[in-house]
């Protein structure tokens, strides 16, 4: 508190004391500048009517210094002019005499808490800053920690990676760090979508054509391989890729060279090749749909990406990172998320992983009408959420289930959590995947030509 009135202040110090404010005050706005910097304060209060340096003076030095701190003036009742000059130099809010106290400490409570969420915006804003070096990708949990050093580990490698993970989890985002971290990075990195392009102009969009090599081939092209040279090419969604094609994919990643549509001589090229899918391709081998031996040459090494609900107080980071690019896009003054929209986006379990929450954090700006977005913003998937107990069945004795029971559900609902990716779900409930066939096969959950 800064009042030239002695009085004042220590009245007002008792009041606030019953509030469960701890407060300190000074006699002269000089004095009270000078030990901001040696204080942990949340507020500051000041009169704006003081000898020497005066409120609006005191709010100005304080905005430039510490931006966060919000400043509530005190003005005499009436005096419109010198509250609005006070809210000019960057007053939080502003009381007037004679003060009201039970007004004080409604106001005085808002600016506390709002320079709360302003430290704890800077907080994760500062981790997101440090984690986002890795092209983007952030979080402090531990599964992410294990994928940002297998990363840092295999980067600099020459072998072809694959890259797994159920869609929305940012794999595109990884094969990006893979290459800007190896010494590929200053040449191209070019990015093909599998299940994109029709079947007919794949192999034209990967290995090029040559004039007059079809109908449509009016001038020569120059296909994907050859764009990345010297650089990484990532294909994306494999395990879409044609049959009909593999044999040739796979032929140019043995050779490192490639032959285009209609060309009679094979060109060699120098691309490092990391693929993703969110399919089970042991599954896609078993059925014939994918060839063993491609699934090999891709998946030298391989990356397992964590799902978000599996990684803990992540999705918080995330969820304030997307909310400031948004904010900063839409040009509107959101900082942060309530308590309430925290635990919403904590305990929500994300079946469209990062991209669901990204487009959630910008439903939520988009549609709030305060500095933090609050429940009613999400979307209302997300806010009429709720954990089921479908494991364990009620509290009726009669509702318990067998043991027998609990595995086939939860069984049930690891599969579906992971997209149908029959190996995955195996690692997640530490079988292999012959238990895990013979068990859906009991609970009739398996295709009669998938057994066959």
Known sequence: MVDDDQTMCEMTAAFLRTRGFESSWYTSAEAAFAVLPTGEFDVVLTDLNMPGMNGVDLCERIVANRPDLPVVVITAFGSLETAVAALRAGAYDFVTKPIEMNMLGFVLNRAAKHHSLQQEVKKLSEIAEKSARCQGLIGESVPMQQLLDRIRRIADSEVSVLI??????????VAKALHTQSHRHGCPFVAVSCAAIPEPLLESELFGHKRGAFTDAKVERKGLFLQANGGTLFLDEIGAFPLSLQPKLLRALEERRLRPVGADQEVPFDV???????????????????????????????????????????????????????????????????HAVAEKLLSYAWPGNVRELRNAIEHAVILTRHE????????????????????????????????????????????????????LAARVLGFDRTTLHRKLCLYGAVDRDETS
């Open 372 to 423: 933090e977005i609050m429940v009613e913003d999400l979307p209302e998937k997300i806010r009429a959420y709720h954990s089921s107990n479908v494991f364990v069945g009620g509290n009726d004795p009669a509702e318990l289930l067998s043991m027998e029971e609990v595995e086939r559900r939860y069984i049930l609902h690891v599969l579906q959590a992971v997209g149908g990716n029959k190996t």
């Open 164 to 173: 797994c993970g159920e869609s929305g989890t940012g794999k595109e985002l």
């Open 272 to 338: 490092r090749v990391i693929a993703a899918t969110h399919r089970d391709l042991e599954a896609a081998v078993e059925e014939e749909r994918f060839r063993e031996d491609l699934l090999f040459r891709i998946n030298v090494v391989q990356i397992e990406l964590p799902p978000l609900r599996s990684r803990g107080t992540d999705v918080l980071l995330l969820g304030q990172h997307f909310l400031t690019q948004s904010a900063a896009r839409s040009s509107k003054h959101v900082i942060g998320m309530s």
